[in-house]
């Protein structure tokens, strides 16, 4: 049977809740593995200072900071009754701030919060804040004619440096609906609701000349967001389809990268953050905000703020000129940014592009480079470009930031002329010593890297780098071939990060001498009803291979040279995955003597029927409702034409949605727990346990058709659905297990069973 696995893992439930079982004689405390710290706060304020705290823990353990301005004096201990820990702060010449120390044993950890005080108040390091929430903004019978060129309502700014502050924009508008707000049930931060900017077509949000404070280098900008495409099937937030800048003149600009504390999701409000320090001495910032997909995203609460500590150090210098001079109109077109390729890359993203006559010098599966004699860039189909280097032709499109450069997207190609010739400049080689400095434009490159296959992308890597690596974008040719080999390159930068896009004009093979080994990949599967499974050995070594389970059978077992392994099986008639370990090694003086490739061989999945009664108790608490509640409030489900009384839900919908909350108990002797459980029709929701103040684990589950509604929800399930935890041991007495919805969402369980 396939199961999913609701739980972090057995053992992380079996760490918070049981005693461990084990043989081992005094090499280990008995009892549950527990640390515990007090106090579990600590207050300081914004001078250098140390506190003691006490750790008292049944198993060695671990403490740590993420915080460059905490120090700990023990870092790691044993088992013990009581162990004095120092924790020192810096001095503090910014804000108020918060930090966390962390202390882990096991699968069991506490946090001591930190607090120390700043020279400031935290609403005295603000710069710059705006909540958009001036005056509510109102959609008219004919829809929103808020653009921000003719309502005000949305300049609601404040901070220290506000007087000097203007605006630039362009397809902006302030809205604002129940749904929508910043303060929804969408929202995972507490936003501040009424009013947010949508971004709608040729759009960018440019604030301009905010004053710094004299002597702060440190600053901190952050925003709510969130991904919201009509009818898109999937609206998680994409970075690269809101960008960010800083400039201190409003010329040349820096790209910001940004994060979310609970990393990237599908339509939640969210706040984002970047903390980034500027050279000593600048007085103003700008700041300017651009969505490339038009009708997408929403934003509010934009801040800029001085941090307490250093971030990523800002070059103005090396800026680019995103042509930010720009409208303050609401929702007009622009007009073409000029008819060279500078021109284009001069201009705002979001510019109309309109060239004609200008030469295809690189092509990949899903774009093309064109040149002129101003320059260069990469036109984006996503799609087979149906062009040749050397094609002249006539491009019309839209410009876009991608990778910090101007691209053209949603092009229209008319190929006027083919076979011309194409002469490529000299190239800028790529060595270990500039890789870190960062073309400005899209420029020739040449270099000599080796390849590295993760997962299923390719990775470049020159001499000793590794923080940053090359990638062949949209290679045309068989990038497997390169893999673990030495590589030359020619080609186009286009952009990037810590990642280079190089479009490749002449890519070639350094040939080596001496002994190579390598396997085309190490993870291989199969479907329940495959049969075989195949993978490549590469190198010029004899070799062997072998199967960890006999019915999983290798053929040729051994080899010289490159060659094709095939594995042989049968059909997976159970519902259980087949792991096998297919172990490649080598006698001869190689790097790497030795690779698992790990088959994964699936179950199949089965209609389950009968036995949807559920053996474990629970109490019903805040928004949660079972066979006993009454109206149309009482659960049943039909889950595969049988009839269910036993059903759970948690969570309430309407106008003012919540999160629900039972408490399962889990009764002595129980060494299994399963149950299905489904979010909503539509939606997703994550379901979250407790034991105590504990959080002990948490899953999203998937949505079911058939949960919509009122009951009796219409469900069907595989036994692919079942979630189920394993306990190694007994639970010794009756355990309660506090399951509720991390946010405002709607859930049914049934079940659930404890074995």
């Known amino acids: 049977m396939k199961l999913k696995s609701l739980f972090l893992g057995s053992f992380a439930l079996t760490a918070m809740l049981f005693a461990q079982s084990c043989g081992e004689k005094n090499e280990a405390p008995s009892g549950a593995p527990s640390i515990e710290i ?28 993420k915080e460059e301005w905490i120090s700990v004096s023990t870092e790691k201990g044993s088992a013990t009754n009581g162990t004095k820990v120092d924790i020192t702060v810096l001095s503090n010449d910014g804000a108020d701030r918060t930090g966390v120390v962390e202390f882990t044993i096991g699968f069991d950890k506490k946090e001591l919060k930190v607090y120390q005080k700043g020279t400031g108040a935290a609403t005295a390091a603000v710069v710059y804040h705006n909540d958009f929430d001036k005056e509510l903004a109102v959609k008219g019978s004919d829809g929103w004619k808020t653009y921000l ?3 005000d309502g949305w300049k609601n700014e404040s901070g220290s440096g506000i007087s000097t502050v203007e605006y630039a924009f362009s397809g902006m508008s302030a809205r604002t609906n129940s749904s929508g707000t910043s303060n929804s049930q969408y929202s995972d931060y507490s936003g501040s609701g009424k009013n947010y900017l949508w971004f709608a077509k040729d759009n960018y949000f440019h604030v301009k000349n905010i004053t710094l404070p004299e002597g702060k280098t440190n600053y901190t900008i952050s925003f709510g967001s969130e991904r919201n495409l009509y009818q898109a099937a ?34 939640r409000w969210d706040l984002a953050s970047s ?6 001495g600048t007085k103003s910032l700008h700041i300017y905000i651009k969505a490339t997909l038009a009708s997408a995203y929403l934003m509010d609460d934009l801040d800029l703020s001085v941090a307490a500590s250093a971030g990523t150090a800002i070059d103005f210098s090396k800026g680019i000129d995103l042509g930010t001079g720009g409208s303050t109109g609401g929702g007009e077109t622009p007009e073409p940014a000029g008819n060279t390729i500078a021109a284009v890359c001069a201009a705002a993203a979001g510019s109309a592009a309109d060239l004609k006559d200008v030469l295809v010098t690189g092509v990949t599966t899903q774009s093309y480079v064109i040149t002129d004699e101003t320059g260069s860039v990469l036109v984006f189909v996503k799609a087979d470009p149906k062009v040749k280097v050397g094609d002249k032709v006539n491009v019309a499109g839209t410009t876009g930031e991608h990778n910090g450069l101007i691209q053209i997207a949603t092009p229209t190609t008319t190929v006027v002329s083919s076979g011309n010739a194409v002469t490529y400049p000299a190239p800028l080689e790529f060595t270990e010593a500039n890789l870190a400095d960062t073309p400005t434009k899209v420029t020739y490159v040449s270099f000599t890297g080796n390849v590295k296959k993760n997962d299923k992308y390719y990775n470049i890597y020159i001499g000793s780098v590794t923080d940053k690596d090359l990638s062949l974008s949209y290679y ?3 990038m497997d071939e390169f893999v673990d080999c030495d590589i ?10 810590t990642h280079y896009q190089i479009v490749a004009t002449e890519v070639e093979k350094v040939e080596t001498t001496g002994p190579k080994f390598s396997v085309s990949t190490t993870a291989l599967t199969a479907k329940a009803g495959d049969t075989s499974a ?3 050995v590469k190198g010029n070594v004899k070799w062997t291979v072998s199967s960890d389970n006999a019915a999983y059978t290798v053929s040729p077992a051994s080899g010289d040279g490159a060659g094709t392994v095939t594995v042989k099986f049968a059909a997976n008639e159970t519902e259980k ?3 096998v370990k297919l172990t490649v090694s080598t006698t001869e003086e190689v790097a790497t003597k030795s690779y698992t490739v790990v088959l994964t061989h699936s179950g199949k999945s089965a209609a389950v029927t009968g036995k949807f009664t559920s053996n474990v108790k629970w109490k019903l608490g805040d928004n949660s409702y079972d066979g006993s509640s009454s109206g149309n409030s009482k659960q049943s489900a039909v889950v595969n034409g049988e009839e269910v009384s036993q059903v759970l839900k948690l969570g309430k919908a309407g106008k003012a949605p919540a999160a629900g909350k039972a408490t399962l108990t889990l009764p002595a002797g129980t060494t299994k727990v399963s149950f299905y459980g489904f979010s909503w029709k539509g939606t997703k929701a994550t379901l979250v346990a407790s034991v105590g103040e504990t959080k002990v684990a948490s899953k999203e589950l998937t949505a079911n058709t058939g949960a919509a509604g009122n009951s009796p929800y219409k469900i069907t399930v595989t036994s692919a659905d079942l979630l189920t935890i394993e306990l190694p041991s007994k639970l010794a007495t009756d355990t309660d297990v506090e399951i509720t919805t991390a946010a405002a969402a709607r859930v049914v369980l049934f079940a659930i069973n404890a074995e």
Do not use: M
Request: net charge negative; aromatic share 14%; no cysteine.
């Open 38 to 65: 007090t106090p579990k706060n600590l207050s300081f304020d914004e001078t250098s200072s140390t506190q003691t705290i006490e750790v008292v823990a049944t198993r060695d353990w671990k403490a740590s900071s």
């Open 149 to 151: 060129d003719s309502f």
């Open 234 to 267: 999937d609206n998680t937030f994409v970075p690269e389809e809101f960008l960010v800048y800083v400039s201190n003149d409003g010329s040349k600009w820096v790209k910001l990268e940004y994060a979310f504390p609970n990393g990237l999701k599908n339509r």
């Open 275 to 280: 903390t980034f320090t500027v050279p000593s």
């Open 476 to 478: 045309t040719g068989n």
């Open 488 to 497: 030359k390159v020619k080609g186009w930068y286009v952009g990037g990060g």
């Open 534 to 536: 195949s993978f490549d």
């Open 577 to 579: 995955d087949v792991t």
